[in-house]
């Protein structure tokens, strides 16, 4: 039996939340950690990288669907982990530090105190506990396409050296030992040997309301198995689409959106399921004339960055490379498929299109209402289709032509800027990034739902550490920044208790 009341609570052993967890129990606090989902300790289907496919839809995937979308393909779903390590223990473990551009932005965006030299000791000490390893080299293909991405003016890089930085190609880093994942949960939750004492992980606990003291600080969480309080706070980590919803069913969001759902309104706070961004993404692929020697995992070794259409200060689009055809979006719209050939896989890296979640139901059990609103935003379609062409040029380099037997899809009829542009959105899916919507902002924006230390705004006890808090999309795939997110959330509840 472990006792209801603990130092703090973290609901949400995701990306972020087990790092928070775990560094506050490794200081001394009493620490309940509240997961959905079952434990990943000896399952080989979370643990083993290669396996991950086998979790897609399962019980351990919230597989949430989206409303449909006026400018773009809606037949797909959201995979989010529901499991100790949360979606880092059903991704695809790509590790990026987080560019210096995007961290300088979110300053202008009033995040002060996390530019790049602030969040460097967080990187720091992540880097200590997370293991990288870099894709393996010795692959024909993948020298070919370092080659054409020469000639395009793709310089080599090394990405987290110490962080991706303008235009280039490079291997690609993962957080994982051989075939085992580093999700958060194995990086920073397995090593420590005092579970049961400061930290109590609480697995197949569902979250379903907040508690507050009747001064109005957060006091606990109410739970699918009882109640549980927390004596100095409590931090949210949900993830982008649970959190907000969190929020909203405990009567923190917008005024409108609890009256239409007869919640009792404690926090009339706009920013709340608002800004909702994502990577949209499309896809090239051409079958090729032999088969492409496979190295990788998953498929995939290389990515680079473009800054296409020039003028922007960062990169506008990524490629991800894949040793194999992806036709899981192209084969149901009539797209030829083929046995041996390459995929490239090019996102809008900074998208601004802004989308919504919201309650369906005031019941917990309810899924989210998630309404992304793809490419409503122009930049997003330009983007696209300027990513689309680069990677035609690239193609059409001569150590790639060696390789190439015909373009799959979208396919030699598709040649106008306009048939390639509605090509792209026709078949467009995403990278699976959702963040944004619970923002980070300065204290005086109406929008934003956290401040610079993460706490909500007006209950200074209640902090959210997740992808929510992003307050502007970050031009790599994010689960390192959401670990770091949690370094900073120990570390700013760590500071207050000192005080
Ligand atoms: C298929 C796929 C591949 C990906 N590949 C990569 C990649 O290669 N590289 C990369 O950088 N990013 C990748 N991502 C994205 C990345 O993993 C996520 O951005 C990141 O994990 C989000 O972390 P988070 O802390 O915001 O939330 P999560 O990790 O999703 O954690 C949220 C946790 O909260 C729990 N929870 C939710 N609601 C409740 C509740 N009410 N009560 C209790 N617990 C609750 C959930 O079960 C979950 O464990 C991928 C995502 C997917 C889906």
């Not at 696209?384 to 979208?410: D, I, N, S, T, Y």
């Not at 396919?411 to 026709?426: D, K, M, N, P, V």
Request: net charge negative; aromatic share 8%; hydrophobic share 40%.
């Amino acid at each position: 039996m472990h006792s209801n009341t603990f130092d703090t609570i973290v609901i949400g052993a995701g990306s972020a939340g087990c790092v928070v967890a775990a560094r506050l129990a490794q200081a001394g606090n009493s620490v309940a950690l509240v997961e959905a989902g079952q434990s990943d300790v000896g399952q080989a289907d979370m643990l083993d990288l290669s396996r991950w496919k086998n979790l897609v839809g399962t019980q351990h995937d919230y597989n949430y669907e989206i409303a449909p979308q006026p400018r773009s393909n809606s037949d797909f779903n959201h995979t989010r982990g529901k499991m100790l390590g949360g979606t880092s223990s059903i991704n695809t473990c790509v590790a990026f530090i987080t560019p210096d551009h995007d961290l300088s932005h979110w300053v202008s965006l009033g995040a002060s105190g996390w530019s790049p030299q602030e969040c460097a000791p967080a990187f720091a000490k992540l880097r200590e506990t997370v293991h990288f390893e870099q894709s393996e080299r010795n692959n024909a293909f993948h020298t070919d396409v370092i080659a054409a991405a020469q000639q395009v003016g793709l310089a080599q890089q090394v990405f987290n050296a110490p962080a991706p930085s303008g235009n280039g190609i490079g291997w690609l880093d993962f957080n994982k030992k051989g075939t085992q994942r580093q999700s958060a949960s194995v990086a920073y939750l397995h090593p420590l040997t005092q579970w049961g004492e400061r930290l109590t992980v609480l697995t197949n606990t569902q979250a379903t309301q907040l508690l507050f003291a009747s001064n109005g600080t957060a006091s606990g969480v109410r739970t699918n198995k009882g109640e549980l309080f927390a004596k100095q706070g409590v931090v949210l980590a949900c993830g982008a689409f649970a959190t907000p919803k969190l929020l909203l069913l405990s009567g923190i969001g917008p005024q409108a959106d609890l009256d239409a759902h007869g919640i009792p309104v404690r926090l009339d706070l706009a920013g709340v399921g608002k800004h909702l961004l994502d990577h949209p993404e499309s896809g090239l692929a051409w079958e090729t004339v032999s088969q492409i020697p496979q190295v990788d995992l998953n498929n995939m070794g290389l990515a680079f960055f473009a800054n296409t259409p020039t003028g922007s200060t960062a990169p506008a689009v990524m490629g991800h490379i894949g040793t194999a055809v992806f036709d899981g979006h192209t084969t149901p719209k009539g797209y030829p498929s083929a046995a041996n050939g390459f995929t490239i896989n090019i996102n809008v890296a900074r998208a601004r299109s802004e989308g919504t979640v919201r309650l369906r139901s005031a019941d917990p059990s309810a899924a989210p209402h998630i309404d992304f609103q793809y490419f409503t935003d122009p930049y997003d379609e330009e983007t696209l289709l300027a990513g689309m062409e680069f990677a035609r040029r690239l193609v059409q380099q001569a150590p790639l032509q060696r390789w190439v037997k015909r373009e799959l899809f979208p396919g030699s009829a598709i040649t106008t800027r306009e048939q390639l542009s509605r090509y792209a959105r026709q078949v467009s899916g995403t990278v699976y990034h959702p963040a944004g919507t619970c923002k980070m902002g300065a204290a005086d924006d109406a929008s934003a739902v956290v401040d610079s230390k993460l706490r909500v705004q007006g209950i200074p006890n209640l902090r959210i550490a997740d992808a929510s808090i992003f307050p502007s999309m970050v031009g790599v795939n994010p689960n390192i920044t959401c670990m770091m997110i949690g370094e900073r959330c120990a570390e700013f509840i760590l500071a207050d208790t000192r005080h």
